[in-house]
């Protein structure tokens, strides 16, 4: 017998005084029996919630290697990324073009529809990886079930379904959460096809895994210890068949899409192995036990500390979920580019194989079955830990001031943008999706920083006709604005105080507790070109 159940706050038994208990029985019953439907449920409505209010972008990447691609490639401005329309690019930026590749389908699609606004198409959007996402959940909790039944299972599915970044993550568009379902599928569809060696099912396993790797570049870490475990089990056509499946569909999306755009296969993929061997220092630098406290920290004390214990103790009996997994934390670990999302990957497999190794572990262990009221208290602690954060991040509009600004001129006749980002060396990217306009021979950003001051800028626009003239500037950031803003005014007199942008609640807890978040308040000025320089 398991000395604890999924859910603690849940009894064994109904109160009998309790009003409506028939139907409090039959809810117990069907989360005894049938739990995997309660769990899908729960997973759906908390994706949905993030759906809806969770606006914005988390990170960099799930927005302007994604979103803002999708949307340029829509109105014929390629940018840095594809040599067409008379762009100057001439070499691959190192990026898979698989998965912006779909949104700028779908993008046209909407389009196509008439669907135009920014804020509506993100909503269907996040709504597709809403459902996209419950993927997870589902195979999450059909691999543990396998495993180790369905008690252990309701433990994992919950995890993944509402432990408290899953809903806000899933409705991103970060390659590294996206890749995920392609991970587990192909683990579950070998796991289930069990001694029976049926080939077809090793070369669809290996078929959706490629899609994995032409999401994430380095999933194929996932696929070598998938082909690793295969190879181990002396399973010789298997290991052929998956392979061979990988190969065909990285071949045709990689290969194929490369040659045609680039002239040489897998040409981006070269590049990302290029930059990154080359450029190891050049972002965020940790040591290797980054990543360990990482999980331990945002499982949350102390279930993330028993999922490792978990993690370790099974790897030999669920191999085939343990060297996949555990090569790409390895790896990361030893790579000196350290940022959070990178490990995403990792945390589905870490949840469910520490469920299993954990499980299994206090079934036999003399201390917790004398000390279950301790054990019970510690998923107590940990369920009501996770409650506030879930409620709160679900719904966490991210990236606010920066969005909501790029909206706000969206309803506005901007001839040229100014940005003032002077207390940085570089500025912080204006989201022009949410603007609805993108940089061009016609149209563009002048941007003053602490290398490149007012009076350079004002030379910039000097010879500028009136309609070419910028007549909105932005202004990131709070910290010494007033100079900023007398600074600019003497050499653009007309600056006028149009509009205050502030961020949302978390942005304003995160940037508190980590300034180098640069989630800040946003000021809209409007400019007027000189009238010498009127035509």
Request: net charge positive; charged share 15%.
């Amino acid at each position: 017998m398991y000395c604890i159940v999924s859910l603690p706050i849940i009894s064994s038994k109904p109160p009998l005084n309790e009003p409506n208990n028939q139907m409090v029985a039959s809810f117990r019953k069907i989360w005894d029996e049938k739990p995997l439907g309660i769990i899908l449920i729960l997973a759906f409505f908390f994706r949905c919630l993030a759906a809806v209010f969770s606006k914005g972008f988390g990170m960099h990447d799930d927005h302007f290697l994604v979103i803002e691609i999708a949307q340029a490639w829509v109105d014929k401005c390629y940018g840095n990324w594809l040599p067409f329309n008379g762009s100057t690019i001439t070499s691959p930026s190192g990026h898979s073009l698989f998965y912006p590749g779909l949104h700028y389908l779908f993008f046209r699609l909407l389009e196509h529809w008439n669907i135009l606004d920014p804020q509506v198409k993100m909503y269907y959007v996040r709504f597709i990886h809403a459902i996209f996402s419950l993927l997870v959940v589902y195979y999450g909790y059909k691999i543990t079930e396998f495993y180790s039944g369905l008690k252990v299972a309701r433990t994992a599915g919950l995890l993944l379904a509402i432990l408290w970044f899953m809903p806000m993550l899933s409705v991103r568009n970060l390659v590294e959460v996206v890749c995920v379902p392609f991970l587990l599928l192909p683990v579950w569809m070998i796991i289930k096809n069990g001694s029976q060696h049926k080939i077809w099912i090793y070369l669809l396993a290996g078929l959706l895994a490629g899609i994995a790797f032409s999401i994430r570049f380095q999933s194929s870490l996932f696929l070598a210890g998938i082909g690793l475990v295969l190879l181990f089990e002396k399973k010789w056509i298997p290991t052929v068949s998956f392979g061979l499946g990988c190969a065909l569909t990285i071949g045709l999306i990689q290969g194929v899409t490369d040659w045609l755009i680039w002239k040489q296969p897998f040409a981006e993929f070269m590049e990302y192995v290029h930059f990154n061997a080359t450029h190891p220092n050049d972002f965020v630098t940790h040591g290797w036990e980054t990543y360990p406290l990482l999980v331990s920290s945002i499982v949350l004390p102390p279930i993330g500390i028993f999922l490792w214990f978990g993690y370790f103790r099974n790897w030999k009996k669920q191999f085939i979920l343990f060297l996949p997994s555990f090569l790409f934390f390895v790896f990361h670990s030893s790579f000196p580019n350290k940022q959070e999302r990178f490990i995403f990957p990792f945390i589905p497999f870490f949840i469910i194989l520490g469920s299993i190794g954990w499980y299994e572990f206090i079934k036999h262990s003399a201390y917790w079955n004398k000390n279950k009221k301790l054990l019970r208290n510690c998923w107590i602690f940990f369920w009501a830990l996770n409650t506030l954060p879930l409620l709160v991040i679900s719904v966490a509009y991210s990236k606010r001031n920066r969005v909501e600004a790029m909206t706000y001129l969206s309803h506005k006749h901007v001839q040229q943008l100014l940005i003032d980002d002077s207390n940085n060396e570089s500025i912080i990217m204006p989201p022009l999706f949410y603007m609805r306009k993108f940089q061009s021979n016609a149209w563009g950003i002048f941007q003053i920083t602490k290398v490149h001051k007012p009076e350079a800028v004002s030379q910039e626009v000097a010879n500028l006709t009136e309609d070419k003239y910028p007549n909105y500037a932005i202004f990131w950031g709070a910290e010494n604005i007033q100079a900023r803003v007398d600074s600019l005014k003497k050499y653009f007199p007309s600056l006028s105080y149009e509009a205050t942008i502030e961020p949302g609640l978390v942005d304003k807890i995160v940037h508190y507790l980590n300034p180098v978040n640069d989630n800040q308040t946003t000021y809209i000025y409007t400019l007027h070109a000189p009238k010498k320089q009127k035509q």
